[in-house]
């Protein structure tokens, strides 16, 4: 009688789909919570692209009354951190200091480039190429901004306190 039991014991497959479901069920949550931790970095990073590319767009309709860094940088918070209820600019998690703004000249003559770069819009009005070179002149924004996965990893890139640099930067011709 304990033999045939034991038998019927051994053919018996009714709960195998638990076992298997509990063997799969955390590599399937642990692939899921991944994939929503990545999605959300990319998610950052889109959000400071599209940042920087407005300040772009804005800057070439109007500086209002601030100077061109001033409104680019105003921008660039505006649009990453979103705007409070009184209309302000808020303060996080994009600092004003994360946002560069560069101001790059390329005088070029037979084939030759000679490009000049500044942060100083005087100093950068004050360049002239020679007489007979091309010249370009371009401006540049760049955001960078940390990024904190749920579950931190310590191998590909990322910095000691466990975040991601996220950066991104937008830039168009003036003349």
Not at 29 to 46: E, K, Y
Not at 136 to 149: C, D, G, L, N
């Amino acid at each position: 009688m304990i033999r045939l039991f034991r038998l019927r014991l051994l053919r018996c497959d009714r709960g195998s789909a638990i076992i298997e479901l509990a063997m799969a069920a955390p590599v399937l949550a642990l692939m899921t919570i991944g994939v929503i931790d990545m999605s959300n970095g990319f998610s950052a990073r889109l959000a400071v692209e599209q940042g920087t590319q407005r300040a772009i767009e804005k800057i070439m309709q109007t500086t209002e009354t601030s100077t061109v860094q001033g409104t680019l940088k105003n921008e660039v918070l505006c649009q990453v951190n979103g705007l409070n209820e009184d209309g302000t600019c808020k303060t996080s998690p994009l600092q004003a200091s994360d946002i560069t703004v560069n101001f790059r000249i390329e005088c070029t003559k037979d084939g030759t480039m000679t490009p000049q770069t500044t942060d100083d819009a005087d100093t950068f009005d004050g360049y002239e190429c020679d007489v007979g070179e091309a010249e370009a002149r371009y401006i540049s924004v760049s955001a960078m901004q940390k990024y904190t996965p749920m579950f931190s990893t310590h191998f590909l890139g990322i910095n000691a306190d466990g975040s991601y640099h996220v950066h991104a930067t937008a830039g168009m011709r003036t003349k």
